[in-house]
């Protein structure tokens, strides 16, 4: 016994600490983790981000550098505080709140004490820099626009949001990433790959050399330059003419689907979200709850198109062979359909066929067709999803499946829909209780590119592109398969013949007359949509939508657009003039019908009072009597 | 004296000794290693240069030692003994003063603790006082004398302040026992432990339950086997107060810094920045070290200096980070090994001088083996004694070499008796 004890001891303790260790070592791999937290720095080496290009290889966005004052509380000698917050415009209290802050959050790392300084802070600074000691300057880079216009095309690179961070271990807390616009889309070229380089720390947090000699250490790879499809000149001329007006325009070139112009308004400078007044004006623009600047209109905004969904049906009616082109239709202000229900329409001559049911917009007409196609099939559920296809054939109703970083689906309704609408089967509905179909009101919702790609479909007589926005990666001109696949709709190309001629007649002798550009001929049509708000859980109608498409020229389209103008009155007002003066600036490259751009520049047509008036608490007038029909 | 037989010398426990030695080098060179290196393993500058050289005089050390007739250790024990006791008096007056602990004679820049060396002188009276023929270890009045012995050198060393070094002087109750003296010793100061740690845990009222609970279940045992009442009433009495005067002494006679060292082992505390860093840092260390380790001299926390002490007591922290699982559970084998060897060989001398020394020898190492590693490893308190042929320290390496080659020598000459 007196021997044993002491084996005994001996063994148990070698057997606990072997099992101890084995516990440490083996089974809790936290403290691997933990031992890297605590030894291992990893220092990020970012690189140059990729420079944006417009379509001319015009430079839209570069980087410049910018200059953080740092500190490390503990490297802190005394200084003259007064010059110091001269220099950098700051109150002393405020710099004495941060260097507090600073110190508390560690006084051996350095933190931010002045971001971002201006170009003339730093010129002066780095000349006294000596007489701070603790203080260093740490240069960033930041996006540089050499525009002021397209910022919703662009998007902005703002820090990286927490939940990103998870998800994508590319990315620690503080990065840079993009956001919204080519800057989101194209995150992984623009970017490039940030290098890396691990530090092995003591325990004061002092770097004492690269971490196994720095065999895990990668360089940065620069990002990539990107070609956009827009054209600078004509986006720059877009967001001018819808100054005061809110709504959007899309500007597709109809043979490659290339975005040439995408405009919302209001919109914004891009210059805005950089630098110390960042986070000053995007939450101002961001509280900015009616107006929305960061909204982008052209291609989030589902509207009734109105008229120049005519088209549409038109297209469907020959295809479908309900009526010929030379079919007439009667138009008496408008066409009452059973039990005292009436479609009004403006005053022209009557009757109608096709060519002049399109150039003079009736309603009417329209509304017999669209009647035709549904009537055509033994019930309404399988009429109506034959029309369904049809327009779907064209992208409308769903997302378009493009490289922009947001979008709608717009809505086409189905049978099932109005089924739904009208607790089929225990009550029936007809043709007619889905006729504002035919004059793209009613059910029919589309966004401003939706619109804009019917038209360049309609410009290619029967196809389209996928509408995008990139061109090239680093001088390479793009092969993605989503762009370079032909969509065909299932209309014939012969029956686009007359509508296009239709639309040509608009523009000769129709709704869009008084906008002629000399040596361009376009195909356009025009859209006054009625609309409705909810302010305050109360209904109500607001001034019509001006609403306008065109492709020019007619014979071999280089340009289809669509544009909204919110509350414009009717599509001639707004819409048509600033489709017509897009066009010729981007044929021609210059103006000729200054009269239209000065009409819609002029301060008096501004629509800001219009935009005011749901919110202003007072009943108000809408088309302030000026409502000309459906035009 | 030519013919006398020689049994040799252990060549088992003196290869353990040199890989221990040589391991504890590799680990003292990555743990003090700068950020840049002066190349040679030998500058006298560097830590690991110097221990080098304590190495080096090691060898020269044993040579001695085991050149030295035996019967010099057991005659001269006591003179032996009181030289020890004289050198640590004398600290009182001309020692000198290193992180608090004034344990040092330093000349020029060499500098001694004599109470790496007073274990063995110590060893040597106690052997020598138990071995003697009129000492008969289960009388009262004689294991006094022999408690008298250990005490004086540990009295001394308490106050420099050395509690660590003093407390390793329990290990000499293992040769007691194995002599004769009563377990009840050792029953005695588990059941102190246990109520200590009890107290500590759960409270003084709990543990009085637990007590009492107790000695009302042995009424359970036969009337025969149980105490008598009187003594059974004693022993609760006596826990019970055992245990308020430790509630009382903790909260009222420790300092802070002792709460905390057992609150933090204890796991009443966790606290990362303050008293548990080293600890926390240790365990890091280890833990990191997987199964095979980071490898030799790229250990992340050993570079980064992260836990304190590093290359002296927390030199295991070093061997779990770079050597894993595999390389610190060599080192606890090599230890365990060495341990039971040595039981082996104190069993089998004919003097008992020898095996009172031999079982001396395994509770000095085991018990630095054993409050070491288990405070490294976070089972322990933080007491700061060295891990033996391991730490850093020309006294430590010397005092430990010449405990263990000294019973070397003897176990070489068993057979002469």
Redesign the interface.
């Given at each position: 016994m007196r021997r044993i004890l002491l084996y005994v001891i001996i063994l148990t303790t070698g057997f606990v600490f072997l099992g101890r260790l084995f516990y440490l070592q083996v089974v809790d791999d936290s403290f691997a983790v933990r031992s890297n937290d605590n030894a291992v720095k990893v220092i990020y080496d970012y690189p140059q981000r990729g420079y944006i290009y417009d379509r001319d290889g015009e430079l839209m966005v570069s980087n410049q550098p910018s200059y953080d004052v740092m500190v490390i509380p503990r490297n802190l000698k005394p200084f003259d505080t007064t010059e110091l917050c001269e220099i950098v415009s700051l109150e002393r209290k405020e710099l004495e709140r941060r260097l507090d802050k600073a110190k508390i959050y560690s006084p051996f790392l350095p933190s931010v004490i002045v971001p971002q300084l201006t170009k003339s802070e730093y010129a002066f600074l780095q000349e006294k820099m000596r007489n701070y000691e603790g203080f260093y300057i740490q240069k960033r880079s930041l996006r540089d626009y050499h525009v002021d216009h397209s910022a919703n095309v662009l998007g902005f690179i703002a820090e990286v949001a927490p939940a990103t961070v998870k998800k994508n271990p590319y990315y620690n807390s503080g990065d840079l990433i993009g956001r919204k616009g080519v800057e989101s889309v194209y995150e992984d070229t623009l970017r490039g790959v940030k290098g890396v380089k691990y530090i092995q720390k003591d325990k004061l947090n002092r770097d004492i050399g690269p971490y196994k000699d720095g065999i895990y250490d990668t360089l940065p790879e620069r990002g990539k330059d990107v070609t956009i499809s827009v054209d600078s000149d004509l986006q720059a001329y877009g967001e001018y003419l819808m100054t005061n007006k809110r709504g959007g325009i899309i500007a597709i070139e109809p043979s490659s689907g290339e975005i040439l112009s995408m405009v919302t308004a209001p919109t914004y400078d891009p210059a805005d979200l950089v630098g110390r007044k960042r986070s000053s004006n995007f939450s101002k623009m961001w509280l900015d709850s009616t107006a929305r600047p960061l909204y982008d209109r052209s291609i989030l905004a589902q509207y009734p198109p109105g008229s120049p969904f005519k088209t549409m049906n038109a297209l469907i009616a020959l295809q479908e062979g309900v009526v010929d082109t030379d079919d007439t239709f009667s138009c008496h202000h408008g066409y009452s359909y059973g039990r005292g229900r009436k479609m009004g329409c403006h005053a022209h001559s009557s009757p109608v066929n096709m060519n002049q049911g399109i150039a003079q917009s009736c309603n009417s007409y329209f509304a017999q067709v669209y009647r035709k196609i549904i009537e055509k099939y033994p019930t309404p559920q399988e009429g109506m999803d034959a029309w369904n296809k049809h327009v779907r054939s064209f992208g409308l109703g769903d997302y378009l499946g493009n490289d922009l970083s947001t979008g709608r689906p717009g809505k086409i309704p189905t049978s099932e829909y109005y089924n739904q609408i009208y607790d089929y089967p225990t009550y029936r509905w007809y043709a007619t209780a889905t006729l504002s179909n035919a004059i793209g009101q009613g059910e029919v919702l589309l966004t401003p590119i939706q619109l804009a790609n019917m038209t360049a479909t309609i410009a290619n007589k029967g196809w389209y592109y996928t509408p995008h926005m990139i061109k090239e990666i680093d001088g390479k001109p793009i092969k993605d398969e989503r762009f370079t696949k032909k969509h065909h709709t299932t209309i014939d190309t012969k029956n686009f013949e007359p509508v296009i001629e239709g639309m040509h007649q608009v523009y000769k002798n129709g709704t869009a007359s008084s906008m002629q550009v000399e040596g361009i001929e376009i195909a356009g049509k025009t859209g006054t949509a009625e609309n409705f708000v909810k302010v305050d859980g109360r209904r109500m109608q607001l001034t019509d939508h001006s609403i306008f498409v065109a492709f020019a020229p007619v014979d071999d389209p280089k340009i289809a657009i669509a544009v909204f103008v919110e509350n414009g009155y009717w599509g001639g007002r707004y819409g048509g003039k600033i489709a017509t003066l897009m066009i010729e600036k981007y044929l021609k490259g210059k103006i000729t019908r200054k009269d239209l751009e000065d009409f819609v520049m002029d301060p008096k047509n501004s629509l800001e009072d219009e935009y005011e008036k749901p919110y202003s608490g007072e009943p108000f007038l809408i088309n302030d009597g000026k409502k000309n029909g459906w035009l | 004296m030519m013919a006398r037989k020689t049994a040799g010398y252990d060549w088992l426990t003196i290869l353990i000794y040199f890989l221990l030695v040589c391991f504890g080098w590799a680990n003292i060179y990555s743990a003090s290693l700068g950020?840049d290196p002066s190349g040679s393993y030998f500058d006298l500058n560097e830590v690991y240069g110097k221990q080098a050289l304590w190495i080096g005089l090691s060898i020269f050390l044993i040579v001695v030692i085991l050149a030295i007739e035996v019967k010099f250790y057991q005659r001269f024990s006591s003179v032996i003994y009181l030289t020890a006791l004289f050198l640590l008096a004398g600290l009182f007056v001309f020692g000198k003063t290193i992180s608090g602990a004034t344990s040092w004679y330093a000349i020029g820049s060499f500098r001694l603790q004599p109470s790496e060396f007073a274990k063995i002188a110590t060893a040597l009276a106690l052997a020598k006082y138990v071995s003697d023929i009129q000492t008969n270890i289960k009388l009262i009045s004689h294991q006094f004398k022999a408690f008298i012995i250990i005490a004086l050198p540990a009295l001394l060393i308490v106050p420099q302040p050395d509690p660590g070094s003093a407390m390793v002087y329990a290990a000499f109750f293992?040769p007691l026992?194995?002599e004769?003296i009563s377990?009840l010793y050792l029953v005695l100061a588990l059941t102190g432990v246990l109520i200590f740690v009890g107290t500590l845990l759960i409270g003084p009222a709990w543990v009085s339950i637990a007590v009492v609970t107790l000695a009302a279940l042995s009424f359970l045992i036969k009337k025969k086997k149980r105490p008598g009442i009187p003594l059974l009433l004693f022993i609760v009495v006596a826990c019970i107060g055992l245990s308020f005067s430790v509630n009382y002494i903790f909260n009222n006679v420790f300092e802070q810094r002792h709460r905390d060292r057992f609150n933090i082992v204890l796991g009443k505390e966790v606290d990362s920045r303050g008293i548990g860093y080293n600890t926390n840092?240790s365990?890091?260390?280890?833990?990191?070290?997987?199964?095979t380790g980071k490898g030799w001299t790229?250990g992340?926390?050993t570079?980064?200096?992260?836990v304190p002490e590093q290359h002296t007591d927390y030199i295991f922290s070093t061997v779990?980070?770079e050597w894993?699982?595999v390389g610190?559970?060599l080192v606890?084998?090599l230890?365990?090994c060495l341990?039971?060897r040595l039981?082996f060989l104190a069993?089998r001398q004919k003097s008992q001088f020898n095996r009172i020394y031999g079982?001396s020898v395994?509770?000095i190492i085991?018990l630095h083996?054993?409050v070491n590693?288990?405070m490294v490893?976070?089972?322990f308190p933080t007491v700061g004694i060295p891990l033996p042929f391991f730490s850093y320290g020309g006294s430590g390496l010397w005092g430990f070499t010449i405990l263990l080659f000294i019973f070397i020598r003897l176990d070489s000459d068993r057979l002469s008796f």
């Open positions: - | 950020s293992f026992y194995r004769g377990a840092q365990e890091i260390a280890i833990g990191s070290g997987g199964w790229e992340t926390q570079k980064g200096h992260f779990g980070e894993g699982f610190s559970g606890v084998f230890f365990v341990l039971l039981i069993e079982y395994v509770g085991f083996f054993m590693i288990g490893i976070g089972i």
